[in-house]
């Protein structure tokens, strides 16, 4: 069955916390690795794999074993609400036909740290 889980064999589903990828906050996700609890790396484009698998860009290429994953480590899940608004707010000005402008500073604090415009005038 393609949507069973391989049950590890001292944590049963190995749940897992996640973070947000985008800023690190607080994940709202739970992800279920359970047997699969190690990250895998596309040897062609340098993707971590969570439990290995194929890689999406490259489904045919090699995978070596990177790491072993802690048993309360936290993985990347889905963004944060933030930095889904965020996100659609970066969106939205670019449809509108602006261009929207991130410095290197934590998402966060950004729009007030430098001062820098976000959006470029015409």
Do not use: W
Not at 21 to 28: T, V
Not at 55 to 78: A, F, W
Not at 88 to 104: I, K, P, T
């Amino acid at each position: 069955m393609s949507d069973s889980i391989r049950l590890h064999p001292k944590l049963g589903v190995n749940p897992h916390l996640t973070y947000c990828p985008r800023c690190g906050g607080e994940g709202r996700d739970i992800v279920l690795i359970g047997a699969r609890d190690y990250i895998d790396r596309c040897c062609e484009c340098d993707m971590h794999l969570i439990g290995g698998g194929r890689c999406p860009k490259h489904p045919g290429r090699r995978t070596e074993r990177v790491r072993k994953i802690e048993e309360h480590e936290k993985l990347p899940g889905s963004m944060c609400e933030a930095c889904e608004a965020d996100q659609a707010r970066q969106e939205a000005e670019v449809v509108a036909g602006g261009v929207y402008f991130r410095c290197g500073v934590e998402i966060q604090s950004c729009p007030s740290c430098c001062g820098a415009p976000t959006k470029a005038e015409p």
